[in-house]
């Protein structure tokens, strides 16, 4: 196929009438626009321009291949200045993917301000509890736990550290006691959780410098936090949750804090995205909003 560049370099002398002209604007030495010119006749095998010391016009084939090239060169043109417009504005697709807690608790403040700041930026937000390859998903972004990071990964924190609480019903307690220590947990109907993956969640406790984790059995399984928030209410059972979707029912006595001695340390959920020499801006828009709400926290 014929270069690009040869067909634009020849609507450019056949427009301006003048190899001298076509050169400068193209900032090229006419020599080699004119060197240029015959390859592309000699290879179309056809004379595009007539040419003598004072003039270059176009041939009856020249006029007509320009009357095709000009208007398809202009679309070409606009759409790369497009592109170029993209490099600045923020616009386009942009697919996260986080577990549902994470987007609760960390992600929804931020929606309706990053939605005003970036209208033209289509924003789709996927919830997924499991763990899966966001590359290879289609996404351009994820968010999880720092110890469940790739490798190959840059990662950010996003939001403040997740502490995780046991919580059960004065009722519950009245009716059962309260558990001093992880041990007597086996006692208890906990309300366990269930990762889409089908293991139940282990919960996670540190004691004098010494991180553990305890299997725990209950009448009840559930794969939302909502719901084991709703059953622990209700006198169903000790809750292992995160302290910010019951700490309102804490302060207003609806519900207890237990074992709080034997508390892991928070946990932080970081953003993270492969490395890309050319990042798309709606995702850096993305990443540069998820450091300034930090940063205000």
């Not at 001298?20 to 592309?40: D, Q």
């Amino acid at each position: 196929m014929t270069d690009l560049h040869e067909l634009d370099a020849f609507a450019a002398v056949a427009r301006l009438r003048s190899f001298r002209k076509a050169a400068v604007e193209r900032g090229v030495s006419a020599s080699a626009l004119s060197h240029s010119l015959r390859a592309l006749e000699e290879r179309l095998g056809v004379r595009l321009l007539n040419r003598t010391t004072r003039s270059v016009t176009p041939t009856e084939a020249g006029a007509r291949l320009l009357e095709r090239l000009a208007p398809a060169i202009g679309q070409i043109a606009d759409a790369l200045a497009e592109l170029d417009q993209l490099q600045d504005v923020p616009a386009g697709a942009l697919r996260i993917n986080l577990p549902r807690p994470a987007a609760r608790l960390v992600l929804a403040p931020m929606l309706g301000r990053f939605a005003a700041a970036f209208p033209r930026v289509q924003l789709e937000i996927v919830t997924d509890d499991g763990l899966l390859d966001i590359v290879g998903a289609g996404f351009d972004a994820g968010v999880r736990f720092g110890e469940r990071l790739a490798a190959d990964m840059i990662a950010l924190p996003f939001g403040p550290p997740q502490r995780f609480v046991v919580a059960a019903a004065p009722a519950y307690l009245a009716a059962h006691g309260a558990p001093a220590t992880p041990r007597d947990l086996e006692r208890h109907s906990c309300i366990g959780r269930r990762f889409p993956s089908g293991s139940r969640y282990a919960w996670e406790f540190a004691h004098e410098g010494r991180s553990f984790s305890v299997a725990v059995n209950g009448a009840l399984l559930v794969d939302d936090d909502a719901l084991m928030v709703r059953a622990a209410l209700d006198g169903a059972g000790l809750a292992y949750v995160y302290h910010a979707d019951v700490a309102e029912h804490l302060a207003a006595g609806r519900l207890q804090l237990l074992l709080a001695d034997y508390a892991e340390a928070p946990s932080q959920y970081f953003l993270y995205y492969p490395s890309r020499r050319q990042m798309p801006p709606a995702l850096r828009a993305f990443i540069d909003a998820v450091r300034t709400w930090r940063l205000s926290r």
